[in-house]
């Protein structure tokens, strides 16, 4: 038991031994060039756009289901996005306008806002009421949505975004980006949300015990309903944010970062079965994740090992967490073996 | 013993409720477009679906034994960029080592099968979820061919390369002077399904496939190992992408780093619309050909009839949530029909029987 | 060992086992003969399934032999058991369903043709000879979910001779066939019995035991009571076995009012209960008793919106009352506490403080309609101490709490609604001697509140000291009722009626299944 305990007690707080040793390595490997400011917005700014996905994820991950359509949300609606506001320009090689009615950025947020979580309600739907698996649904929806981006867009990139859509993701206060500001706010919002409203209380009940929390008077269909379409909310967040940084709307946006998500919140202690983890938690994850990027860019690493170094820190991320709930369910077990008898 | 016709006849139109739909397909495509029962067009359906028919035969494997493997696409795309830099020259994108295009093959089939036994092997030995470390794997795979491409896609393979995706077998003279080309590919995916179909029904480790992927403690506790079973069919699988990655590569002239993208939705829909269950357990490998034909004729029906792309991938969307709606239906109604029979057994009798079918 | 006759197949001497605060097992013995049906009975709680688990190597033994076939072996692991011809079915088989029934006998050891390919013809040929060598005539290519349940179970039980079991332990095989099943399977394990092989019987239904069973083994309370010849007995003797003599748990003083706080008017789900109908009083405490499949586990539930309830009336405290939902239940003044606390009754991993307030979270919301904490931490003092739990602060995880604490969470959850009916399924089930205790005084403390409790349980001595009324449930329908402090309330008379006879016509139940 108790080495159980000690072993969960550094596994919940190697995150942060990580990311001290991971900034050490770098400071050697690039200098003092990398405990620059700079550097502090560049992690940041690599962060913003992954953390409020990753917000999005931890809600979903602790109601005890995965929301894996995210990227297609933003695939989708940064293509919507621009294609609704641009004005209509016959396609050249890879460039396209949008349909050409232009319409402003005021109209056009609200609207990615709303579809965004409509779409996490109809994940929420098809899981809930239909009874489907989280996992195929959400996948399926994610490689629908990015289907449809890619007929709107035809594989073309629609440069030229107007300024009053581009303030969050580009705009800047003195030296600060916009959206590091706006992402940390939202950080502190939500960790404050799930932790003291009722709704944070049902989430975690849900996830980790759905019979028990529904005979305890919760509604465990709302609940995992709603998680959804926070995600939803979060990935056109994203999306705005994302599109407003680069100008350009390029159908591949967004592309492989569900997985990234996954990986920030279970590095950063979001347990894969639900209803454990916390919001500051997968904050940890993003900053580990965003610093080696960082980092390896510095370092001018080539994209290639790039790609698999991050695939290594999601897999080995995954796996520990994998051996980590198996402990948490030998601890339970020592108390679940006790003798009930059916006979 | 008396036999439950009902349940016969039940599941007889459910193992086969496949054909019915390829059937009304064809029909309604040929009264539609006149364009579209034409010899051209039906040896093409075979040859435009060949990746994806490769596709569905490894994961009807993985299904079979209650696992998914939604890694394939990247798998696919992976090994034909890999095979593409090797062979291609560097002004067409490649890394200019033109190596012998046998070796390429090679080379594609040994990655193929080294990213299916990673998969099988943290699935089985390290208790990974399949669901995760193959959509891990879909993910980091794609990255890693977007990594190693440059950028664009790279063009102009050899010829012998070529030769099953995109070569023809014969040639048949269609009147006009024209020729009627018959592609290999075609005849490489049926010979494909009768193999798969074969060892699916007629090996013991096919056999031994359905014992895991029907109940995996009954069949462990009769002897079998499950973990090489489900280790075994990972590598499977991704033999069976690497070749749907030389078939398309080899087909287009060309691998690009979206190779595949997007492929696993509907080879989903094609082996669970043909009757392999996401449950497990259920399903056969005719059954999964009659999934992919469907998927061809109405790819290239929907094309013919000219449906904008948009329609096209919103019905593809449609028809996915359709097979995985028939497909809980028909588990939950076989489940159901066992345990109507002890109701009508016993009027009171069973502990929480519907607590229990959930 | 070569003292023993040869028709000995397994010997257990002196088999003791205890869990964390129970001793589940003291120093029983059990031996069964090559060819012997040997019957296990005792009521929940004694032990068979302790035994039965060390038998199949699942638990590991503190002291006592285990001799099979003449080999002593000191720990044995599950495969050992296989291996040394033990084989269980339980109640409900699970086979490989989408199978058939061929390849279920098969399984991992196909026929194949001389190319490597499985020979079907051979495979079907060879399922069928093994089957008719057993007396068991089944359609071979038929898939296994096609099959009934006792075809199934007749199937396991063949399955296991196929790998060499000896010795074949049925776990309540008859708890979900008809009468006209039970004679086919009954048959079968006799044609079986003649040829060598040897069941160990666990059942609740009495009858049967006296059907099929040579002798039969007792068990109370961990104890071995004695083993007996089946002719030497009769029901109401083999109760008095099972019940001992009359201890009182716990004797509390009636609180019962007159005015009427639960009624229910002819309800009726079909496959679960029939017409039942019944009154609980303001602080009234009434015991609902029944085999397992009776109908009062569902019946609970059911209230309780889990699941459905069928057609009939129900009335709350005067008023009609449905429940679709266990939240509308909690609000109109209905609260259940589930049997199994792990799946139904707790949030594992979630401190004992949110376990206790998940049910009144929106009392304790403030202007922000934020969880006030000071709101919440006064109702969390308050309910741990009122019942003693114990824990080293609230923010423990509630998985880690023992047994008698986690129901008393889950009590104070309950509590915290202000119920003004609560109905608790096997409220001490597995949970020591002296929590038990306290969740008596618990009960007896919410009753003398005004509150009707239903106490859904099979332990019928927990039942005679808590209750003032006592409710049997026999397939479906309440058949008998008994009154506190009446001379027919005793323990003998309701495991009676609990196994479908009554008081009066005892001799008649014995003779028509003897």
Redesign the interface.
């Known amino acids: 038991m108790t080495k159980g305990k000690w072993l969960q007690f550094i596994l919940d707080r190697m995150i942060w031994l990580i990311l001290i040793l991971v900034v050490i390595f770098f400071t050697i490997r690039i200098g003092g060039k990398f405990l620059s400011g700079t550097t502090l917005i560049n992690v940041l700014l690599h962060a913003s756009v992954l953390g409020v996905l990753t917000i999005g994820q931890t809600i979903c991950l602790l109601s005890g289901n ?1 929301d ?1 359509s995210a990227e297609g949300i933003v695939s989708l609606l940064t293509v919507l996005a621009a294609w609704l506001m641009l004005p209509y320009r016959e396609m050249t090689l890879a460039q396209a306008g949008g349909i050409g009615w232009e319409l402003s950025p005021y109209i056009v947020i609200p609207l990615m806002l709303v579809l965004g979580t409509f779409i996490g309600w109809i994940n929420g739907i ?1 899981i809930t009421r ?4 989280n ?2 649904v959400t ?2 929806m994610q ?2 949505l ?3 981006a ?3 867009s035809l594989g073309a990139i629609m440069p030229g975004t107007p300024k009053d859509f581009n303030w969050l993701g580009g705009g800047r206060i003195g030296a600060i980006p916009v959206s590091v500001i706006f992402t940390l706010i939202l950080f502190l919002v939500f960790e404050f949300f799930v932790r ?3 709704f944070g ?2 989430l ?2 849900v996830g ?2 759905r ?9 465990p269909e709302k609940t995992v309903t709603q998680a959804y379409m926070i995600g939803g909310f979060m990935a056109a967040l994203a999306a705005w944010m994302l599109l407003g940084r680069l100008e350009v709307s390029v159908p591949t946006l967004g ?2 970062m ?2 990234e998500t ?1 990986a920030s919140a279970v590095i950063g202690g979001v347990a ?1 079965s639900g ?2 983890g916390s919001i500051m938690g997968a904050f940890s994850g993003v900053l580990l994740l965003s610093v080696v990027d960082t980092g390896l860019n510095m370092m001018e690493v ?7 170094v ?2 290594l820190i ?2 080995v991320a ?2 520990l967490e ?2 980590k709930s ?1 402990i ?1 369910v030998d ?2 077990a020592g ?9 | 013993m008396k036999k439950d016709k009902l349940y016969d006849i039940f599941l007889f139109i459910v193992d086969n409720l496949i054909w019915v739909f390829v059937v009304v397909a064809l029909l309604v495509f040929s009264l539609i477009s006149k364009n579209f029962f034409t010899p051209f067009n039906l040896v093409n359906i075979l040859s435009r679906v060949a990746p994806l028919a490769l596709l569905v035969i490894g994961q009807s494997f993985t299904l079979i034994t209650a696992n998914f493997d939604l890694s394939s696409e990247s798998t696919m795309g992976f090994t034909a960029m890999v095979a593409a830099l090797l062979l291609a020259s560097q002004k067409n994108g490649g890394l200019g080592l033109e190596i012998n295009p046998f070796l390429g093959i090679l080379i594609m089939l040994l990655v193929g099968g080294a990213i299916g036994a990673f998969n099988g092997i943290f699935i089985t030995r390290f208790g990974m979820n399949n669901f995760i470390m193959t959509v891990a794997m879909l993910m980091i795979l794609r990255g890693a061919t977007y990594a190693i491409s440059p950028g664009k896609s790279v063009n102009f393979l050899p010829p012998e390369f070529d030769w099953l995706g995109g070569g023809a077998l014969f040639r048949i003279p269609s009147g006009d002077g024209k020729f009627l080309a018959v592609p290999v590919s075609m005849f490489f995916v049926i010979v494909a399904f009768i193999v798969a179909h074969i060892v699916t029904k007629y090996t013991r480790f096919g056999r031994d496939m359905y014992a895991v992927g029907s109940n995996r403690q009954a069949a462990e506790a009769a002897g079998i190992d499950s973990k090489r079973i489900v280790t075994i069919v990972y590598i499977i699988s991704g033999l069976c992408a690497a070749l749907a990655g030389l078939l398309d590569a080899g087909r287009m002239d060309s691998a690009t780093p979206r190779t595949g993208a997007g492929l696993i939705f509907p080879v989903q829909a094609a082996a669970v619309i043909g009757g392999i269950s996401l449950f497990g357990g259920r399903g056969n490998l005719i059954g999964a050909f009659g999934g992919v034909l469907l998927w061809g004729i109405l790819d290239t029906g929907l094309n013919i009839a000219k449906v904008s792309p948009f329609w096209i991938e919103v019905s593809r969307g449609a028809l996915l949530l359709f097979a995985m709606f028939i497909d809980a239906l028909k588990v939950r109604y076989l489940r159901r029909m066992a345990l109507r029979k002890v109701l009508a057994a016993s009027t009171i009798g069973l502990k929480d029987p519907l607590l229990q079918v959930e | 060992m070569e003292t023993l006759s040869s028709n000995v197949i397994l010997e257990m001497k002196g088999i003791s086992k205890a869990f964390p605060g129970v001793q589940a097992l003291n120093n029983v013995d059990l031996t069964v003969l090559e060819g012997e049906i040997h019957g296990l009975v005792g009521k929940n709680g004694a032990g068979k399934s302790t035994l039965m688990a060390i038998l199949m190597g699942l638990h590991s033994l503190d002291s006592g032999e285990l001799i099979i076939n003449g080999r002593l072996i000191t720990n044995v692991t599950p495969r050992e058991a296989l291996e040394a011809g033990i084989a269980y079915v339980p109640q409900q088989v699970r086979m490989m369903d989408s199978l058939t029934v061929a390849e279920n006998i098969l399984a991992g050891n196909l026929p194949v043709n001389r190319f490597g390919l499985v020979d079907w013809e051979a495979a079907f040929k060879d399922a069928e000879e093994r089957l008719h060598r057993l007396g068991l005539e089944l359609d071979v290519r038929q898939r296994v979910e096609g099959l009934g349940v006792v075809e199934q179970t007749m199937l396991a039980i063949a399955k296991a001779l196929f790998s060499n079991a000896r010795l074949i332990i049925l776990d309540e095989p008859t708890a979900a066939l008809a009468r006209a099943d039970i004679e086919r399977l009954f048959g079968f394990i006799r044609s079986l019995k003649n040829m060598g092989v040897a069941f160990i019987y666990i059942s609740h239904h009495l009858e049967e035991v006296f059907e099929i069973c040579d002798r039969v083994t007792v068990l109370r309370n961990g104890q071995q009571v004695g083993t007996y010849e089946v002719k030497d007995l009769d029901i109401p003797h083999l109760i008095r076995l099972m019940v001992g003599e009359e201890i009182r748990d716990y004797e509390r003083q009636s609180t019962c009012q007159d005015e009427v706080v639960l009624e229910v008017r002819g309800l009726t789900r079909r496959g679960h209960y029939e017409d039942v109908s019944f009154t609980v009083r303001k602080g009234e405490v009434v015991g609902l008793s029944g085999l397992a499949g009776s109908g009062a586990a569902a019946l609970g539930r059911a209230l309780f919106g889990l699941e459905r309830r069928g057609v009939g009336e129900v009335w709350l405290k005067g008023k009609p009352f449905t429940a679709k939902s266990p939240r509308e239940a909690l609000d109109k003044g209905l609260a259940y506490l589930p049997q199994d606390r792990y799946r139904f009754g707790l949030v594992g991993i979630r401190p004992v403080r949110e376990n206790i307030t998940y049910t009144i979270l929106h009392q304790l919301l403030n202007a922000l309609r934020f969880v006030s904490f000071r709101k919440e931490n006064e109702v969390v003092q308050k309910y741990i101490e009122a019942l003693e739990i114990v824990c080293t602060s609230p923010e423990q995880r509630v998985g880690l709490l023992s047994g008698g604490n986690q129901q008393k969470v889950i009590f104070a959850k309950l509590a915290a609604t202000r119920p003004s009916v609560l109905i608790l399924h096997e409220p001490t089930q597995g949970i020591d001697v002296r929590a038990k205790l306290d969740i008596y005084r618990i009960v007896d403390e919410l009753a003398s509140q005004g509150i009707g409790v239903l106490i859904i349980s099979s332990e019928v001595r927990e039942l005679l000291g808590v209750c003032d009324r006592i409710l049997v449930m026999y397939k479906g329908r309440i058949s008998a009722e008994f009154r506190s402090g009446e001379p027919q309330t005793t323990p003998e008379n309701i495991l009676l009626a609990i196994e479908g006879g009554n008081a009066h016509d005892q001799r008649q139940v014995a003779a028509v299944y003897s």
């Open positions: 995965f894996l098809l239909l009874r489907m698996n996992f195929i996948l399926a490689l629908f990015r289907g449809i890619y007929v709107i003291y409203a009722r209380r049902e975690y009940a980790a015990n019979d028990a929390a529904r005979a305890s008077g919760f509604n592309q492989g569900t997985l996954v894969l209803g454990s080539d994209p290639f090992w790039i790609t698999g991050r695939g999601i897999l995954l796996l994998v051996q198996r948490r601890m339970l108390r679940a073996k006790s003798p009930v008898v059916r006979s």
